[in-house]
Nanobody, 124 residues
Framework: QVQLVESGGGLVQAGGSLRLSCAAS????????MGWFRQAPGKEREFVAT????????YYGDSVKGRFTIWRDDPKNTMYLQMNSLKPEDAAVYYC?????????????????WGQGTQVTVSP
């Protein structure tokens, strides 16, 4: 059983940056594809980014491409999301997730474990 804990959320002005972290425990971290999702009030959970277990492949949602960067540090059992040029529409609860597979996937149903989420608020 993998436990995931997100951190790094907060309040930032539009155009600013935040770095989210996802610390994993209880499993073999380097055998999971990791992903970030977000959910704003009244909206569906949205795929943000994913990185496979060899960190050889990353994939981003269209709305964050070119602004967000995902990477992982396997010795530290941690995944990161650098968010630059933030917009008010990026405001949401951000969740990290782990999938027991080595293929990147954008579907939330493909992920086996989820964190509790961290709030990101972007002021205009």
């Amino acid at each position: 059983q993998v436990q995931l804990v997100e951190s790094g959320g907060g309040l930032v002005q539009a155009g600013g940056s935040l770095r989210l972290s996802c610390a994993a425990s209880g499993g073999t971290f380097d055998r999971y594809t990791m992903g970030w999702f977000r959910q704003a009030p009244g909206k569906e959970r949205e795929f943000v980014a994913t990185v496979n277990w060899s960190a050889g492949f990353t994939y981003y949602g269209d709305s964050v491409k070119g602004r967000f960067t995902i990477w992982r540090d396997d010795p530290k059992n941690t995944m990161y999301l650098q968010m630059n040029s933030l917009k008010p529409e990026d405001a949401a609860v951000y969740y990290c997730a782990a999938a027991r597979r080595n293929t990147v996937t954008t579907g939330s149903a493909e992920y086996d474990y989820w964190g509790q989420g961290t709030q990101v608020t972007v002021s205009p």
